[in-house]
């Protein structure tokens, strides 16, 4: 009986010696979980625009293999849509409790082009304004390009999930006004979509940190709206042509829409309407080139002051028969 008794004893240890080593990680990484970064109570349109990039190779996948994503990117981008939309303050806010470990800002918000490479002066600086926070287990948040000025944490504050600790801008390096949310564990980098004990690549098994599951959207609409030019996408980041109402002698008339996330082969469907319903404007056709970000637009010029009104837009786009989006606006002509 004693000597069965000490097997016990040895056997037990070993299994426990093997939940530590090979078990330990996991059930470490399931006890972590995260909020939402950014409060978008005051926003009607808050979105991830970009995941991190799932492959090793310079082919770029997010963790559900598709193109939300750039080569290397290490977080999770939670957009909104404009400069308009940053002004009135959007709140980032912890994700999970912890201590303050860094702090930096004082980097001006400044929106560069995609095809920009990194300025000599954001060199080190690519996160622009942030914050680190450190958590229990080995875990650390990363929350970049906040808006200047907005930092209100110190190094050592304690903050429980939801506390704020800036407001979301675009400095550093970037392209349009978003928070990126970088997640470590033990100083790796982790894609909260599916865990700290994943292997690298898209179709693995997933264990997400968040503590209310996120779906995920592959394409989406930013904005939409009416313009009396040809509107460009930095006048769309800018926050222009919001207007709902547009005097009736303009030179001209034009819906656009900005989307994220289109696929080379899908259809778009863009129509016009005067007040009468009559087709003013029109485009069906296939998009050439998949874009993480994309915009379309139909209208015309006019020598003449148009009907006054109710206009409407309307944007349909279709991916192998399914409708994506389904859309309709209204600019009331004066």
């Given at each position: 009986m004693r000597r069965l008794y000490l097997g016990s004893l040895i056997w037990l240890f070993g299994l426990g010696l093997f939940f530590v080593l090979f078990c330990g990680d996991r059930a470490l990484s399931q006890s972590f979980q995260?909020?939402?970064?950014?409060?978008?109570?005051?926003?009607?349109?808050?979105?991830?625009?970009?995941?991190?990039?799932?492959?090793?190779?310079?082919?770029?996948?997010?963790?559900?293999?598709?193109?939300?994503?750039?080569?290397?990117?290490?977080?999770?981008?939670?957009?909104?849509?404009?400069?308009?939309?940053?002004?009135?303050?959007?709140?980032?806010?912890?994700?999970?409790?912890?201590t303050v470990l860094r702090v930096r800002d004082g980097i001006p918000d400044q929106r560069l082009q995609d095809e920009g490479g990194l300025p000599p002066e954001l060199e080190g600086q690519e996160c622009g304004n942030g914050v680190v926070i450190e958590h229990s287990g080995g875990w650390t948040t990363q929350y970049c390009h906040l808006?200047?000025?907005?930092?209100?944490?110190?190094?050592?504050?304690?903050?429980?999930?939801?506390?704020?600790?800036?407001?979301?801008?675009?400095?550093?390096?970037?392209?349009?006004?978003?928070?990126?949310?970088?997640?470590?564990?033990?100083?790796?980098?982790?894609?909260?979509?599916?865990?700290?004990?994943?292997?690298?690549?898209?179709?693995?098994?997933?264990?997400?940190?968040?503590?209310?599951?996120?779906?995920?959207?592959?394409?989406?609409?930013?904005?939409?709206?009416?313009?009396?030019q040809v509107p460009t996408l930095s006048d769309l980041w800018n926050g222009k042509f919001s207007n709902t109402e547009l005097p009736s002698n303009s030179p001209a008339l034009l819906f656009w829409v900005q989307t994220f996330g289109v696929l080379e082969g899908d259809i778009e469907?863009?129509?016009?309407?005067?007040?009468?319903?009559?087709?003013?404007?029109?485009?069906?056709?296939?998009?050439?080139?998949?874009?993480?970000?994309?915009?379309?637009?139909?209208?015309?010029?006019?020598?003449?002051?148009?009907?006054?009104?109710?206009?409407?837009?309307?944007?349909?786009?279709?991916?192998?028969g399914q409708v994506l989006l389904d859309l309709e606006r209204e600019v009331v002509l004066r």
């Open positions: 995260l909020g939402l970064p950014v409060d978008c109570s005051s926003t009607d349109n808050c979105f991830i625009l970009l995941y991190p990039d799932r492959d090793p190779s310079p082919e770029a996948l997010d963790f559900e293999c598709g193109r939300l994503t750039y080569d290397g990117h290490k977080g999770t981008d939670f957009a909104i849509p404009d400069e308009r939309t940053m002004e009135r303050g959007i709140p980032v806010v912890a994700s999970a409790p912890g808006r200047q000025g907005s930092v209100s944490v110190q190094p050592g504050d304690r903050l429980a999930t939801g506390d704020a600790i800036g407001l979301i801008g675009q400095s550093g390096f970037t392209s349009f006004p978003h928070v990126h949310l970088q997640v470590a564990y033990n100083n790796r980098i982790v894609d909260p979509f599916v865990g700290s004990d994943v292997e690298p690549g898209c179709q693995s098994d997933r264990q997400p940190l968040w503590a209310e599951p996120l779906s995920y959207v592959p394409t989406g609409n930013i904005r939409s709206g009416f313009a009396t469907v863009v129509e016009l309407h005067d007040p009468q319903g009559q087709i003013f404007a029109q485009n069906n056709s296939p998009i050439a080139q998949s874009q993480k970000v994309w915009m379309s637009f139909i209208g015309q010029r006019v020598s003449e002051p148009l009907a006054a009104g109710n206009w409407s837009g309307h944007y349909r786009l279709e991916r192998n």
